[in-house]
T-cell receptor, first 111, second 116 residues
Framework: RKEVEQDPGPFNVPEGATVAFNCTYS??????FFWYRQDCRKEPKLLMS???SGNEDGRFTAQLNRASQYISLLIRDSKLSDSATYLCVVRSTSGTYKYIFGTGTRLKVLA | EPEVTQTPSHQVTQMGQEVILRCVPISNHLYFYWYRQILGQKVEFLVS????????KSEIFDDQFSVERPDGSNFTLKIRSTKLEDSAMYFCASIPNLSSYNSPLHFGNGTRLTVT
């Protein structure tokens, strides 16, 4: 089983739609969770950290489910500028301090 | 906002040559990483570095690769005898310290390495 798994997409959605991505992780010792956004041939940029109680930043909501070992990202009222690849990142603190990346989910918001 | 800086932004080299990729992490950060992303593929961990030594490395990081922090500010990745399959984006990243569990990685803007 992959350490961090995401549906690669692409998700093609119309402007204004709500879209949700899931990410599963295999290491139950994982402690920290993040969503990054990556535009083509650019560096990953932090979108938001994911906290145990869930958190929201404007149109973006992140949730963590430790029992089922998955995190989710919900984007409301999609904009054309949201088109990008969304990377799920997990950090374990059990003997390793690597940040492990999922393959990313590609989103295309259509006019 | 402080930034991680990488140079060069694009490096073209011939197969078999050595390249050095440079990074200046955020000044009060203590833990550094190199990641690689082959075009169309996932971001892969190469190596982490703390207190002037390698903390952890992946299977990709074999004897062809080395890292050092020669002057207390630059953090370099050296690739000896480059191969075609080394062509990728190389990202440097840093975090303040290990105890900040929720600290995200701060990335540089990457070096695109093209081996011909």
């Amino acid at each position: 089983r992959k350490e961090v798994e995401q549906d690669p997409g692409p998700f093609n959605v119309p402007e204004g739609a709500t879209v949700a991505f899931n990410c599963t992780y295999s290491n139950s010792a994982s402690q920290s969770f993040f969503w990054y956004r990556q535009d083509c041939r650019k560096e990953p940029k932090l979108l938001m950290s994911v906290y145990s109680s869930g958190n929201e930043d404007g149109r973006f909501t992140a949730q963590l489910n430790r029992a089922s070992q998955y995190i989710s990202l919900l984007i409301r009222d999609s904009k054309l500028s949201d088109s990008a690849t969304y990377l799920c990142v997990v950090r374990s603190t059990s003997g390793t301090y690597k940040y492990i990346f999922g393959t990313g989910t590609r989103l295309k918001v259509l006019a | 906002e402080p930034e991680v800086t990488q140079t060069p932004s694009h490096q073209v080299t011939q197969m078999g040559q050595e390249v050095i990729l440079r990074c200046v992490p955020i000044s009060n950060h203590l833990y550094f990483y190199w990641y690689r992303q082959i075009l169309g593929q996932k971001v892969e961990f190469l190596v982490s570095f703390y207190n002037n030594e390698i903390s952890e490395k992946s299977e990709i990081f074999d004897d062809q690769f080395s890292v050092e922090r020669p002057d207390g500010s630059n953090f370099t990745l050296k690739i000896r005898s480059t191969k075609l399959e080394d062509s990728a984006m190389y990202f440097c990243a840093s975090i303040p310290n290990l105890s900040s569990y929720n600290s995200p990685l701060h990335f540089g803007n990457g070096t695109r390495l093209t081996v011909t």
